[in-house]
C-alpha cells in the first residue's frame, strides 16, 4: 500500500496536514509508513475534537483544550480565571483549526523521530 493511500486512510485529515505528512515521511519505507501512520494517527486530534474541546469552556470546564495540547501552563489559567473571563475561550473556539494543526505537526514530527530512530538505532 502506498504512502498517499495511507494518508488519506487517516479520518479527518486536511490537504495542508496531507502535505505536511508528506513531507516528513519522505525516505520511509513501506513499513515505516505503515507504522507511523499508526502511531501518529491514535495521537493527532482532528478539528472536530478540537471544536469539541474548546466548546466545553462554555459549560464550565475552561481549558480542556489548552491540557489536551499539552499547553499545561495555560490549561490551569484557563480554568481558574473561567477561559480568561470567556475571552481567551472565544479567541480559541476562532482559532481552534490552526490549534488542532499546530498540535498535530507538533505529533507527527515527533512520531517520524520515534519511527526513524526504532529503525536506525
Not at 495521537?43 to 470546564?61: A, C, E, P, Q, V
Amino acid at each position: 500500500m502506498s504512502l498517499q493511500n495511507l494518508l488519506y486512510g487517516i479520518r479527518g485529515i486536511t490537504p495542508e496536514e496531507f502535505q505536511f505528512l508528506n513531507q516528513i515521511t519522505t525516505g520511509m519505507n513501506d513499513g515505516q509508513a505503515q507504522r507511523f501512520v499508526m502511531l501518529y494517527s491514535g495521537k493527532r486530534f482532528s478539528t472536530d475534537t478540537m471544536l469539541l474541546f474548546t466548546l466545553l469552556g462554555f459549560i464550565g470546564i475552561a481549558g480542556v483544550q489548552r491540557f489536551a495540547t499539552r499547553q499545561i501552563g495555560m490549561g490551569i489559567l484557563y480554568f481558574f480565571t473561567a477561559g480568561l473571563c470567556f475571552i481567551g475561550t472565544i479567541v480559541d473556539l476562532i482559532n481552534y483549526r490552526s490549534m488542532a494543526n499546530d498540535f498535530n505537526q507538533t505529533v507527527a514530527v515527533e512520531c517520524a523521530q520515534m519511527i526513524k530512530m526504532a529503525y536506525n538505532g
